[in-house]
Structures are given as structure tokens and as C-alpha cells.
């Protein structure tokens, strides 16, 4: 069951981010609002910190989700931004999770393809060596899609995650501490101690610890009845990056041959890179020369483009042909 899961959650983050476009980040002013006036330990401010620091606040956008709803005043402000809970008022150990905030990707400036036939021709970039090293970032890439083995698009960033389960939110979504490293180049920021939805394969108890693979897919707003102390019993809205357990793509001369095979039969694959490439303005240089009356030596000003680095970060999209 939780491959399909996984899947409705992944779909309704990934409609989210296209309804929502890029408007989708919100201030976090409304962070952890019931817990906000508990005596509570400092933990749920700590947590929302990454994320605080990743988006930097805008006029609010917060209710926006909510204007898509039957248009009922609700008694309780708590009630307005979320939907869902109209109906679900009910039952005070109801769970909701929207999503709020897609996870970030770069964007391509510039795609290329490369050709299986031209591998290792004279003058050919398709050389084994590059090969090899956009299979590397395929694999960081793409995860393995449970149900066929075949490679998938990870729609966020992927990131071993070391958690504990704090609470259970049925079907075998979690609210858990979480440890992951900021990825480089990417932009996901380091996670330490901080409060996450984690969407696994499989159950776990309440204050187990566990490793696993997680793709960021966003950030969402989770509604739900806390179930430990010092938070017992009080309805909370909290906002938290949510992962998902995905099996990764290993980086094998198997997995690779894989992959080399998948082209041939017409996959259409691509992978996305960064390199820092020569400032074109500059020359690389990281300044530009102006020749001075009178004088031997020319003037030289720093490059705005590079900030006189005479590189800029360059984002390829490499497509994959037979
Ligand atoms: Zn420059």
C-alpha cells in the first residue's frame, strides 16, 4: 500500500506546486501557532529554522489554499486556512496534510543532448568519462520506481535522513526528528533536530530510530492532535519539510549499463548539471580592461557579471538519444 501512497502524496505535492506556482512561498508566521503560547521546550521554533531561512518571507499568502473552498466563515481562525477540516471537525485526531511549498530544483539554462552513437568519435564531447560522470548525477537524480524498476524523475532533492518517530500519523506517515546534511549545489538546506513528515515503506513505533533515503518533496502544512509531552492533547498546525522513502538509484557499472540499455530502447532520460564556466562579459578574465589616456596600463574594473570570480555557474540540461 505504500508505494500507492507514496504516489498520492507526491501527485498532490507536485499539483500544489503547479497551482500554486512560484507564490507558493508563504511567511512562516503562522509556525506552530498553537504550540506557540505552550511552555513548551524551544523545539518546534528550532525546527522550522531550515526552512524559515530557505524562503524568505513574503506578504502573506497563507490563506490562499483556503479561497478554493466552499466559501463558509469559519468560527475559528485556525479553521480558515485549512479545507479539509471543515469536514473533519468532528474528530479531533484527524490528520491533515497540505501541501504549501514544492521542493526547489534548478532550472536548466541550456540543453544539450548526447548521443550513444557519437560515444568516443574524434571531437565528440560523448566521451565514457563524461558518461560516467552525468550518470553519477543521473543517479542523484532519478529514484527507482518500486512497482516497474524503472528510473523515475525525483521531483526534490535526495538526502539520507538518520530520524526518530516522534508520532504517528496513520498510513504510515510520521512526525519525526531528523538529521540530513545540506546537499551541495542543491537547495536543500542541513536539517539537525528538526521536525519533519516522513512518508515510509513501512510502519515504525513511536520512538524508533531508523535511517532511510528521503526525497524532498516540499514543505506542507500539517494539521494534527499532538501526542507527546509536553504538547499532549493540543490541536497544532505546524509547517515541515516532508520526505519520502525512495530507493535510490545505485551507482553500479550494472545500474549504468541499466541505464546505457533504457536509452537504446528510447527512454527519453535527461540529467541536470552545474559547472562553473569562463564569464563571457569578461573574457574570465574577472575585470574588463579600458585603455587611459596617456598612460601605458589600461584600467581595469572588476566584472559585475562574475563578481570578478571570471566564472559563472552554468545549469545544463543533457538529454539522452541512442
Ligand atoms: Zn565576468
Avoid at 147 to 165: E, L, V
Avoid at 311 to 317: A, I, Q, S, Y
Wanted: aromatic share 6%; net charge neutral; hydrophobic share 40%.
Amino acid at each position: 500500500m505504500s508505494p500507492h501512497l507514496a504516489r498520492c502524496l507526491l501527485s498532490s505535492c507536485l499539483l500544489a506546486a503547479t497551482a500554486l506556482g512560484a507564490d507558493a512561498e508563504a511567511p512562516m508566521k503562522k509556525e506552530a501557532e498553537a504550540p506557540a503560547t505552550a511552555p513548551a521546550t524551544a523545539a518546534p521554533a528550532d525546527a522550522a529554522k531550515p526552512a524559515t531561512e530557505a524562503a524568505p518571507a513574503k506578504p502573506a499568502m497563507t490563506e490562499k489554499p483556503a479561497e478554493a473552498a466552499p466559501a463558509k466563515p469559519a468560527a475559528d481562525g485556525e479553521m480558515k486556512k485549512d479545507p479539509e477540516k471543515e469536514a473533519k471537525e468532528e474528530d479531533p485526531e484527524a490528520v491533515t496534510i497540505t501541501p504549501f511549498r514544492a521542493a526547489r530544483l534548478p532550472t536548466a539554462k541550456e540543453t544539450r543532448t548526447f548521443h550513444l552513437a557519437k560515444l568516443n568519435k574524434p571531437l565528440a564531447f560523448e566521451t565514457t568519462r563524461e558518461l560516467q560522470r552525468l550518470f553519477a548525477a543521473f543517479a542523484s537524480q532519478h529514484v527507482v520506481d518500486a512497482a516497474t524498476g524503472d528510473f523515475s524523475k525525483a521531483p526534490g532533492s535526495m538526502t539520507a535522513i538518520a530520524y526518530t518517530i516522534v508520532q504517528d500519523l496513520g498510513e504510515n506517515r510520521f512526525l519525526a526528528k531528523g538529521n540530513w546534511p545540506a546537499l551541495n549545489g542543491d537547495p536543500l538546506l542541513e536539517g539537525k533536530d528538526a521536525f519533519v513528515v516522513l512518508l515510509l515503506d513501512k510502519p515504525a513505533a513511536v520512538g524508533s530510530t531508523g535511517r532511510c533515503t528521503g526525497l524532498h518533496v516540499g514543505m506542507v502544512a500539517l494539521g494534527f492532535t499532538a501526542k507527546f509531552a509536553p504538547l499532549e492533547g493540543r490541536k497544532l498546525t505546524f509547517r515541515r519539510e516532508a520526505f519520502l522513502q525512495c530507493t535510490p538509484v545505485d551507482e553500479s557499472a550494472a545500474a549504468m549499463q541499466k541505464f546505457v540499455e533504457a536509452i537504446q530502447k528510447g527512454a527519453e532520460l535527461s540529467v541536470i548539471t552545474t559547472d562553473r564556466v569562463a564569464c563571457k562579459p569578461c573574457g574570465g578574465l574577472g575585470f574588463t580592461r579600458e585603455a587611459q589616456k596617456g598612460k601605458i596600463e589600461d584600467k581595469r574594473t572588476p566584472c559585475k557579471d562574475c563578481e570578478g570570480t571570471g566564472k559563472l555557474p552554468l545549469v545544463t540540461e543533457t538529454k539522452f538519444a541512442p
